[in-house]
């Protein structure tokens, strides 16, 4: 198999707490459980040698391969075509929807002929606590049994299995009709074994997880142009989002890199506030009012958690489950996809003070009638103590919304928030007759917007700026009109878009910033960010810019993948980069379509 088959050869399967990439061969090659935020158990996609997978695909290496999602699910069907036939790995994972948090996660990989006659083979090595710990293995007539401290893997499946080493094989040869499957369990240390998988039974769950995810997406109310593109991004989101919680994580994977062989290599198992609060409007735009108002509460006991303490009310990220702990160190062991060294967990940046997240904190909030009615004294009164907090303390440099480890400085993106902060505090104040500083919130607003556009603007580049020591442009502000700071055909904003059409944009594709300019502490480069491009199109579409928007939104189109996933970057040759596949790139997606789709609406009279 490919040592490391690039990034965007996978598709997602997950059951709403943890998830699995499953690479175009037929390789799970990344598995953490039981959380999201576990150590791995499969991490080939990290260092191919002690990482761990588990392969089932045709004996033949040359079998053309092809992937996509059974319709309006995260149901995985991977397809081998040989001289002698065509074969089906499908590969799900059934949810948990009690929704209360859980040890033990299931994997199924049913296989199956559809054409001649397939000799499929099955090669299950996992490497627990990304790969650091070691595992014993039992063999019987019931499958096999991976033991490591404190987690038990069960492999069942419906053919024999062989042992190779303290890891098993198999072989099955299909004619077509015929079907077999393997399933991989996970659970606490001892726990009791699953029921042995029959082919029957396995049928039986796909048909429920089908059901599962298809009634789910029935409550979609797009109507828009891109139904697929929108609908898949909707389902990545709800695979990345933990159900007990509420809690959206940035992305499925750590340490995948923004630049192969550079040292951006980040883990986005975590909930940034961020990324978050701007996936409630994505999701309130498209009628999934349940799962925004989740994260929302998750949110409320945020600041709730931190209410009348010492320091900021809230950080940057967090766990799934709101704890704050989240030390970065480096997995010296593992040498990183293509050799893109360090690979880390945890991450450091949970610690920066990044001022705008008090910004979408407060937007996620004022968000739809049926989240801000839901609004207890409690809730409230949390969310007035940190506004009080932030009008004393929004005048302070920052590490910014990139994550820069180059030094605090006057981000104004960071003020534009704190803008938006304390406007929608207001309105939330007055809407709902909420008792509030409505003086000290709107001096602090008027404050923050007159400084904005005394020192966020230069006259060289005649548009608004990264920070205030420098004229350098940054893609995060293509937010400022979404967010009602500046009207989207005011003169000052057609010009700054004129200024990133000419520094950042590279044939519709958008870089967040230009690291040359305004270093950020670390080596090498990164490629654009689909995140920013997503923003542009939303921006041009406010701007009235419908012809460069629209074809900007369809030729990024063409970087999706195969199966319409997005990662967190698009590389120098087109290729995908960093975390996969990323929140953030597909709820500005969702975000974009929405928009461009009522532009042109209202452009054709609709």
């Not at 995948?256 to 409630?280: K, M």
């Not at 500005?588 to 928009?595: F, R």
Request: aromatic content about 10%.
């Amino acid at each position: 198999m490919d040592r490391y088959p690039p990034i965007a050869e996978h598709g997602l399967v997950g059951d709403l707490q943890t998830a699995a990439l499953v690479s175009s061969r037929g390789v799970v090659d990344w598995f953490a459980a039981p959380r999201f935020d576990s150590p791995s158990i499969f991490a080939a996609l990290l260092d191919h040698d002690r990482g761990g997978y588990f392969r089932l695909a045709p004996e033949e290496t040359d079998a053309s391969c092809k992937q996509l999602y059974y319709p309006d699910t995260a149901v995985l069907v991977t397809r081998f075509m040989s001289p002698d036939g065509v074969g089906e790995v499908v590969d799900f994972m059934p949810p948990d929807q009690t929704r209360t948090p859980t040890d033990r996660h299931t994997l199924i990989r049913g296989v199956r002929a559809v054409r001649g006659t397939v000799d499929f083979t099955l090669e299950c090595r996992p490497r627990f606590d990304y790969g650091r710990a070691e595992h014993q293995l039992e063999l019987d007539g019931q499958g096999a049994l991976f033991r490591a401290p404190g987690i038990d893997g069960h492999l069942q499946t419906t053919f024999p299995l062989e042992r190779d080493g303290q890891d098993v094989r198999g072989k099955v040869t299909l004619r077509a009709g015929e079907s077999h499957g393997a399933v991989f369990t996970v659970c606490a240390s001892g726990a009791e074994a699953p029921a042995s998988p029959t082919v029957d039974g396995l049928t039986e769950q796909l048909q429920e997880v089908v059901r599962f995810w298809q009634q789910w997406l029935c409550q979609s109310r797009y109507r828009g142009r891109w139904p697929e593109l929108v609908h898949r991004s909707v389902i990545t989101l709800k695979l990345l989002t933990y159900a007990p919680t509420g809690a959206l994580i940035a992305a499925a994977t750590t340490g995948l890199p923004e630049q192969v062989g550079g040292e951006r290599n980040w883990d986005y198992r975590f909930t940034w506030v961020r990324d978050g609060a701007l996936s409630v409007r994505a999701m309130l735009d498209l009628g999934f009012v349940e799962e925004a108002t989740a994260f929302v509460h998750w949110l409320v006991e945020r600041l709730r958690e931190r209410e009348g303490g010492d320091g900021e009310p809230l950080q940057t990220m967090y766990r799934i489950d709101g704890n704050p702990e989240l030390p970065e160190e480096t997995l010296d062991h593992f040498e990183g996809y293509r050799g893109s060294f360090p690979v880390r967990i945890g991450n450091g940046a949970a610690d920066q003070l990044q001022l705008d997240i008090y910004g979408e904190a407060v937007y996620a909030l004022a968000q739809g009638g049926e989240i801000a009615q839901q609004a207890t004294y409690q809730g409230w009164r949390a969310l007035a103590r940190t506004l009080d907090w932030f009008a004393e303390n929004w005048n302070r440099p920052d590490e910014g919304i990139w994550e820069t480890r180059g030094g605090r400085k006057d981000f104004t993106y960071s003020r534009v928030m704190s803008w938006v902060a304390f406007d929608h505090g207001l309105r939330l104040a007055e809407s709902f007759r909420r008792p509030a500083d409505l003086e000290g919130w709107r001096r602090a607003r008027d404050a923050v917007f007159e400084q904005v556009m005394q020192r966020g603007w230069s006259e060289t580049e005649r548009a608004f700026i990264q920070h205030y020591d420098g004229d350098v442009l940054d893609a995060s502000l293509l937010l400022m009109p979404r967010v009602a700071f500046i009207a989207p055909r005011d003169p000052s904003w057609l010009s700054t878009l004129d200024a990133m059409d000419r520094r950042l944009v590279s044939d519709s594709l958008v870089y967040r910033y230009d690291p040359a300019a305004s270093p950020d502490g670390l080596r090498g480069s990164e490629g654009t960010f689909s995140l920013c491009t997503f923003l542009y199109v939303d921006a041009l579409a406010r701007a009235g810019r419908l012809p460069q928007a629209r074809y900007t939104f369809e030729k990024m189109q063409t970087y999706a993948n195969h199966v319409g996933l997005f990662s967190e970057e698009v590389g120098p040759s087109g290729e995908q980069l960093g975390n996969f596949p990323q929140a953030f790139t597909h709820l500005s997606l969702i975000m974009a379509a929405v928009t461009l789709d009522e532009a042109l609406d209202h452009e054709q009279g609709r």
